[in-house]
C-alpha cells in the first residue's frame, strides 16, 4: 500500500470548490476510485463532477490525514 495526495475541485451548487485529501490504496487507479467514492457518499457528487488535477505518491510521513498516519504506523 503507498500513500497519494490528490488535488483539485468538485461541483458544490453552483460553484467549484477545491480540495486536496490525503489516501492509502495500492496503486493510482485504486486511489482514483476511493476518492470518486468519496466525494460521492459525502457529497453526492456524481464522477464527472469531481476533477482530479494532480494525482501524486507521497511519503506516510508528509500527511497529516489520520487514515494515513493510522495505516502506516504499525
Same mark, same amino acid.
Given at each position: ?11 458544490? =451548487? ?9 489516501? /492509502? ?14 466525494? =460521492?457518499?459525502?457529497?453526492? /457528487? ?29
Amino acid at each position: 500500500m503507498k500513500a497519494y495526495r490528490a488535488q483539485g475541485n468538485f461541483r458544490s =451548487g453552483k460553484h467549484n470548490q477545491p480540495f486536496s485529501i490525503d489516501i /492509502v490504496a495500492e496503486d493510482e487507479e485504486n486511489a482514483k476510485h476511493k476518492i470518486y467514492s468519496n466525494f =460521492g457518499s459525502k457529497h453526492r /457528487v456524481s464522477r464527472r463532477f469531481v476533477n482530479i488535477e494532480n494525482l501524486e505518491e507521497i511519503k506516510p510521513s508528509d500527511s497529516e490525514a489520520p487514515a494515513v498516519k493510522a495505516h502506516f504506523s504499525k
